[in-house]
Structures are given as C-alpha cells and as structure tokens.
Nanobody, 125 residues
Framework: VQLQASGGGLVQAGGSLRLSCTAS????????MAWFRQAPEKEREFVAA????????YYKDSVKGRFTISRDDAKKAVSLQMDSLKPEDTAVYYC???????????????????WGKGTQVTVSS
C-alpha cells in the first residue's frame, strides 16, 4: 500500500485546514487509515482513524469535536478536517494504514505497516 498525503500549511489559531491521504496498491475493504502527528522533540501521537469495514471512526480526546475524519470511496482516501485549530496542534502530520490492526491497538503507531510522508501543520497564536 502506498500513501500520498496532501494539505497542511500555516493558519492562525481558530482557523481550519484539511488534510487528505490517498491509498493505492493493495487496499481492500479491511483497511484502516489513520493520522498521527509529531511535534518537535515529542513522540509521535495518534490523532484519528477510520476503519473501512463498518465505517468506524476514532479520535484522540483533545481533538474530538474539532477534527473530523471521513472517507472518499471513489479515491480510497481519508480526509481530516481540522477546525478550531490551536497552537498545540502544530506538528508534522503523518498518514498511516494497516490491514490487520485491531481496535485496541488503533492508537499505536507501531501497529501500522504503511506510512506516508509527513505534511507540516503550523498554527500561529
């Protein structure tokens, strides 16, 4: 599976950005796609995930109500709509995917076998 991420950029606090991640190759209905982020000198952390089977979504607590992950069936892509952005959302955002991940491990970066290149999101105060 190859992942191509797009979007990101610079925005003021309270603004919005939209990230998109398109999967190609051996995708299939068992795919789970997720977004992680990594700020300078911090560990990579889970942001949100979409499980294709059942259309279930998962979110980090601090982004619930502000971020929305959704799918585009035609493109085999997921988008992350980020609203009410805060300076602490500043990070490099990475798209990840897995065919075999279970729900209890969905927030664990090491459980994802496919990763896209990161895209920078900067929120100014």
């Amino acid at each position: 599976v190859q992942l191509q991420a797009s979007g990101g950029g610079l925005v003021q606090a309270g603004g919005s950005l939209r990230l998109s991640c398109t999967a190609s190759g051996r995708t299939g209905s068992s795919l789970t796609m997720a977004w992680f982020r990594q700020a300078p000198e911090k560990e990579r952390e889970f942001v949100a995930a979409f499980r294709w089977s059942g259309s279930r979504t998962y979110y980090k607590d601090s982004v619930k109500g502000r971020f929305t992950i959704s799918r585009d069936d035609a493109k085999k892509a997921v988008s992350l709509q980020m609203d009410s952005l805060k300076p602490e959302d500043t990070a490099v955002y990475y798209c990840a995917a897995s065919h075999t991940i279970i729900s209890s491990s969905i927030t664990t970066a090491g459980q994802y076998g496919y990763w896209g290149k990161g895209t920078q999101v900067t929120v100014s105060s």
